[in-house]
């Protein structure tokens, strides 16, 4: 799809409205299939770039996974370059012009994918690897030695998690081992050293502030919790990062300084040491992000399946339906019926692989072959279960782009 064709409208925030605008956009369509709400997700770009104050804005590819909608958003202001979650994936979007500059977000093992890039000075000139470990040099050198390849790029993983009580209470997630500015600053002149590498740039991915709800519904005591630890945490990284960025700037002209995600775009904007910030999962507006106070996305993604029982007074069962998040397994890691509002999974069934029964005010008013809306738990990984996106703007349907998947292209399955 052309990107020329932008709507500015904003979108309806009435769910009733919000339905009969889908289901007359798709009427000539056979669920299973998802669909993009342009105006949605075209205000939540500008919503992203708004919060960035100025920092150009990254885009986390994971979080979209479609070709034609990565390059749509890149196009707009204040949108600049990806941060890829897989080496081949990076080669990929480089070398069908995507973009020219793709930081790959973690450390790779793929020595096919490693060959490539060293292969082609232009790929290695635009995409960006990630390490923490100087095995991972040892691996690339392994493959291709420096002198038979072009000097690539290297960016340096800062663990953002906030560790306690002498680092044995860790609150974030496990990513980098390196985690003070004097480990950061001994792998930056590691680096600097080492021939056929050069260090450009510094990442650190604060998901404690940037991935965890801080009002999740019907959780009060611990959307403060999370609250005080993430305002705790993030005065914490603030003199870490800005230390560390200065070890590693004493090795090396850097030309970026990574972090955030939606959940953080503004607070880590504020950071005088980040040049630039990710956000990728607040273009979709996936149900996780509801729980957020500093910003909620738009709703712009969904997926529709028939109803095609009515078992029981009160409940109408649609066919499959059990397309489950990643992270720890909880029921906030189900997709959540939306259109039409009043639907809620069984406790003892959920949303299954084959149907998903459904239970709640609206059921009665279902019948065979309507159509159930709903919204994934998280954001790209909608496009693991369709080869192709819908793209809707108002009640029209404006054409059909292919996902990853649709495009043959799996990275990390």
Known sequence: MSTERDSLRRPSTGRDELRKRL??????????????????????????????????????????????LITRTLARPGWHGVLAYALAEANWLVRTGVTRDAVVAYPTADRSALAELAGD?????????????????????????????????????????????????????????VHSADAT???????????????????????????????????????AAIRVVQRRSYAELLARRGAAVAAAREHAD?????????????????DPSVTEVTAGSGLYGPRLFDGYRAWRPEPAAFFACPVVRRPAPGIATVLGGGWIASGPAGRDRS?????????????????????????????????????????????????????????????????????????????LG
């Open 254 to 270: 850097l030309e970026f300084v990574n972090g955030g995600g939606t959940g953080s775009v503004a607070a880590t904007t504020a």
């Open 121 to 177: 000075a232009e790929l290695a000139a635009a995409v960006t690897l990630m390490i923490d470990d100087p095995a991972q040099l040892d691996l690339v050198d392994a493959v291709t030695p420096p002198g038979r390849r072009p000097e690539l790029r290297v960016c340096l993983d800062l663990d953002a998690s906030w560790r306690l009580l002498g680092g044995r209470l860790h609150l974030g997630v496990r990513r980098s081992p």
């Open 185 to 223: 600053g001994a792998l930056a002149a590691l680096v600097a050293a080492r021939p056929g590498f050069r260090l450009v740039g510094l990442m650190a991915y604060e998901a404690q502030i940037a991935g965890l709800a801080d009002t999740p519904p019907g959780q009060a005591l611990r959307g």
């Open 23 to 68: 289901d007359a956009a798709t009427a000539h369509l056979d669920p299973p299939f998802a669909v993009v709400d342009l105006p949605a997700f075209t205000a939540n770009a500008d919503a992203l770039t708004g919060r960035a104050a100025g920092k150009p804005v990254r885009l986390a590819s994971k979080s979209v996974r479609c070709r034609e």
């Open 335 to 411: 997709p959540t019926p939306w259109l039409p509002a009043g639907l809620a999974l069984l406790g003892g069934e959920g949303a299954g692989e084959v149907q998903t029964p459904l239970s709640g005010r609206a059921a009665d008013r279902l019948r065979v072959g309507d159509r159930v809306w709903f919204r994934h738990a998280k954001a790209g990984e909608l496009c693991e279960h369709v080869n192709e996106l819908h793209l809707v703007d108002g009640d029209t349907s404006t054409g059909t782009v292919p996902s990853y998947r649709g495009e043959g292209r799996s990275f």
